[in-house]
């Protein structure tokens, strides 16, 4: 099974091929779910990998090194200092005259200011609120499937949810709201990761251009109506230290492209992945249906198994030896989050798919370290509601054929799964 | 052996015995304290075993790691820690440690 799994990416055998003639970052292997026994051998033969070219094969500019050991993940994320978020957390350098500034992608103090001015449109009091509209929403759009019919789940459910909600969250006009899942997508379709299906360098700036003047209007007239509203945007208007963003359109730009991408491509392929994984695994499935008191852990597993980012990269700032590995000074170091989630050494039976697991929530898909997702509790809180309101309502869902999995080394995830909802008996 | 009092957000208490080489993180989590997540295990790279000490004998000192992450709370107070970075040894006196309102 395994040799027919692996000849559908069209690509060299992972285990008999050299390990240099493999490009780790080709994202194929992601398209064709082929992916895991290269970083399985990786993290047998090659924990700390070099490749001398960058994604694209031999020749392409990127050389960088591969993580793929939890560990080892964890250890490069403490040291922000000797791995540094600059100048991108993409695999690929800035591209020339995009230089966007985003605080993921900066160190402290810089990334400190920015971070803690965003972060309380996820605080306690926001989260109650955002529950119950969470929740109104949810039901509204379960309630408008069609039961016994097949549909695809990622645009009626995944995409929706997950695009009014970010809406929300920017006091976005919800009428629009499908620039945002057109500006997210943009954000990540890079041609140089996806195989050259993704846009060019020029298209990709004409949009993202689009995208900052929408938002530059909407800073405008938020700023004009200054009602208590704990929004992202009002959150950068009222902290002295990010008050004046809007100034500065490379930094509102990135800032902007980090939480729209942040809070839309992740819970959405989550909100997807979690019914294809219990398709998969019905006594999971059986499990969940016994005890409902199983969600919130169901939820862990569910984005670690997803694991919707693979990645992100650092830079180092010096020479610094990981796991007997000399990493030079500026190289490209690559965590493959996708990997250590899968690390037997860290997580028992790591490639199965256990709902009850003990530890649940130490897994890798939100990062460790100061970089850490911020968002990591709004989406749990989502896919939370989604599968208490799924099993108030449907008995099962079935998967209709196989999905459509994105092309992407920075996103795993779906265009389509076809499903049928089988009504409660 | 010290005894911990963990005092959750909503004033619940939970007394405790501490085990000389276990964390107060771990104690926590053994005794199904709710209030602290540890997402990754202890290795102070997360923030989700954020306490405040009360009351507690002699601490170990923040270390730069746990001070980066105690660094992006907003809630962050002058008695802040990571309850993964501290050590329960038979010396140490009693302990009382509030949880906070959320852990992110």
């Known amino acids: 099974m395994n040799q027919a799994v692996r000849q559908r990416d069209g690509l060299p055998d992972p285990l008999a091929t050299p390990l240099e003639q493999l490009d780790v970052a080709d994202p194929r292997r992601f398209e064709h779910d082929t992916w895991q026994p290269l970083f399985e051998r990786l993290r047998r033969e090659s924990p700390v990998h070099y490749q001398s070219y960058g994604p694209g094969g031999p020749g392409a500019e990127g050389d960088f090194f591969s993580i793929t050991r939890y560990q080892d993940i964890v250890e490069v994320e403490k040291n922000w200092e000797a791995f540094s978020s600059e100048p991108s957390i993409a695999i690929l350098d800035p591209e020339p005259d995009m230089s966007v500034q985003m605080f993921i992608s900066t ?6 200011d920015q971070r803690r001015a965003v972060q309380g449109v996820v605080a306690p009091k926001n989260l109650q609120e955002f529950e119950v509209l969470i929740r109104q929403r949810t039901q509204e759009t379960l309630d408008s499937l069609p039961v016994g019919e097949t549909f695809n789940w990622v645009d009626r459910v995944s995409i ?49 251009i689009e995208m900052l003047e929408f938002f530059t209007k909407l800073w405008h007239q938020h700023q004009a109506d200054d009602r208590e509203s704990f929004d992202l945007i009002r959150m950068l208007q009222r902290d002295p230290k990010t008050a004046n963003m809007v ?67 650092r830079t ?28 037997s050494d860290a997580i028992a039976n790591a490639d199965q798919f256990i709902i009850d697991r003990p530890n649940v929530r130490n897994h890798l898909s939100f990062g460790m370290g100061i970089h850490r997702c911020m968002g990591n509790r ?39 799964l076809p499903v049928r909802l089988h009504p409660l008996v | 052996m010290p005894v911990i ?18 964390t107060v993180m771990e104690t926590a989590m053994k005794h199904n304290v709710p209030g602290i997540d540890a997402d990754c295990g ?11 000490v009360e009351t507690a004998g002699e601490l170990p000192e923040v270390e730069p790691q746990e001070e980066s992450m105690l660094g992006l709370r907003p809630d962050r107070e002058s008695n802040s820690r990571l309850s993964c970075q501290l050590q329960i040894s038979d010396q140490m006196s009693d302990m009382t440690v509030r949880l906070p309102e959320f852990q992110m």
Not at chain 1, 107 to 112: K, Q, S
Not at chain 1, 332 to 343: E, T
Request: proline share 6%.
């Open chain 1, 316 to 343: 180092a700032t010096r020479d610094v030896e990981l796991n007997g590995t000399l990493i030079p000074k500026g190289s490209r170091v690559v965590l493959w989050y996708i990997s250590g989630n899968r690390d």
């Open chain 2, 5 to 22: 009092t963990f005092i959750e957000f909503d004033g619940t208490e939970h007394q405790v015995d501490g085990e000389s080489g276990m």
């Open chain 2, 42 to 52: 202890g290795s102070a790279v997360c923030g989700t075993c954020h306490c405040f």
């Open chain 1, 160 to 208: 929706d949810l997950t695009t009014k909600m970010l809406a929300t969250l920017f006091d976005f006009p919800q009428e629009q709201r499908q620039l945002l899942t057109h500006w997210s997508d943009t954000a990540t379709s890079d041609a140089r990761i996806t195989a050259g299906r993704g846009l060019s360098i020029e298209e990709r700036r004409v949009i993202m």
């Open chain 1, 247 to 313: 100034d500065d359109p490379l930094s509102y730009m990135g800032n902007l492209m980090l939480l729209i991408v942040g809070g839309n491509d992740t819970t959405r392929n989550s909100m997807t992945g979690g019914v294809l994984h219990l398709y998969d695994n019905p006594e999971e499935f059986a499990k969940l249906k016994a005890n409902p008191g199983l969600i919130p852990s169901m939820v862990s597993e569910i984005i670690r198994y997803q694991t919707p980012l693979p990645h992100m990269r």
């Open chain 1, 107 to 112: 160190d402290p103090p810089l990334h400190d």
């Open chain 1, 378 to 416: 709004l989406a749990e809180m989502q896919l939370r509601i989604v599968w208490e309101e799924i099993l108030q309502r449907f008995d099962r869902i079935e998967v209709m054929g196989p999905p459509v999995r994105t092309c992407n080394s920075f996103v795993r995830g779906y265009h389509e």
